[in-house]
Structures are given as C-alpha cells and as structure tokens.
C-alpha cells in the first residue's frame, strides 16, 4: 500500500483493507498509511454489508477530514492480530524483496522460507523452470 502512495502519483481518498490478512496481522500495519499520508483505511470483510459499511465509514472519514484505521471486521479481526499465527510465520518466514504485477520490485514486500525450511520449497524440490513475467504493452495493471 505504501508503495503505491509514496510515489504521489495516485489520488487515493481512501484503503478498504482485508479482513483476512487483518485477521492474521491486526491493524497496526495500516496506522502508517493513515498517519503518514493522511489516507483513511477501514478493515472489512467480503460481505456485501461489510463492503457497504466500509464505504461508509470512509466517505465519514474524508468528510470529516481525518484519517485513521477503523476496524469494521471486528467480529474477526483483533487490534493485535493473532499472535499465535504471527509468531508461526517469523518462524518460517523472512521478508524478501517481491516482484508485483505492474510495479516491480518493492523491497521486503515478500516472504521466503528460512533456510531450516527450505526442504518444503517446491521450487527447490521440483526444479521448477519460470519464465520471465512480461507485462503487455500499455497493460495498466
């Protein structure tokens, strides 16, 4: 998300962020975005309420000129996450830079297997062949 702000290219009024990692890694990792760069976040579910009500309480963020992180999900999502799951990914994962569709490299954006981990990685184990990602001419995405 920051990567996609700090660049000041976009006009972004607001974040509706998901449920479903915010179920995992809380809402601390939005607090950035809405304290730095002024831009509202809501964390929502998929329901077609859920969405409606996240509109809804951006469109009363930007009217109100603030910008915060709301937590709409809370029947899910706890400000700290799971902890547990939290701990279980540090456990197996470090960050690495990540390719992004139409972005690029963003740096620390990924994850990897650590190294005590690395007998799961399919690619390791099926040496797998990838070609290169091309991205169409004039593709926008």
């Given at each position: 998300m920051e990567a996609?702000?700090?660049?000041?290219?976009?006009?972004?009024?607001?974040?509706i962020c998901?449920?479903?990692v915010s179920t995992i890694i809380g809402?601390?990792?939005?607090?950035?975005?809405?304290?730095?760069?002024?831009?509202p976040c809501v964390i929502t579910g998929f329901e077609p309420l859920d969405i409606l009500q996240a509109i809804y309480f951006l469109v009363r963020q930007r009217?109100?000129?603030?910008?915060?992180v709301e937590n709409q999900y809370k029947r899910c999502v706890?400000?700290?996450g799971n902890p547990v799951a939290l701990k279980m990914l540090d456990e197996v994962?470090?960050?690495d830079d990540s390719?992004?569709?139409?972005?690029?490299?963003?740096?620390?954006?990924?994850?990897?297997?650590?190294?005590k981990h690395l007998h799961f990685d399919a690619e390791q184990i099926f040496q797998i062949e990838t070609e290169e990602t091309r991205i169409p001419q004039g593709c926008l995405c």
């Open positions: 996609l702000v700090k660049t000041g290219e976009l006009s972004l009024d607001g974040f998901p449920g479903h809402i601390k990792p939005y607090e950035s975005i809405a304290q730095n760069y002024h831009i009217e109100n000129g603030i910008a915060q706890r400000k700290e994962f470090e960050t390719e992004w569709r139409g972005m690029g490299v963003i740096p620390g954006s990924g994850l990897k297997l650590r190294e």
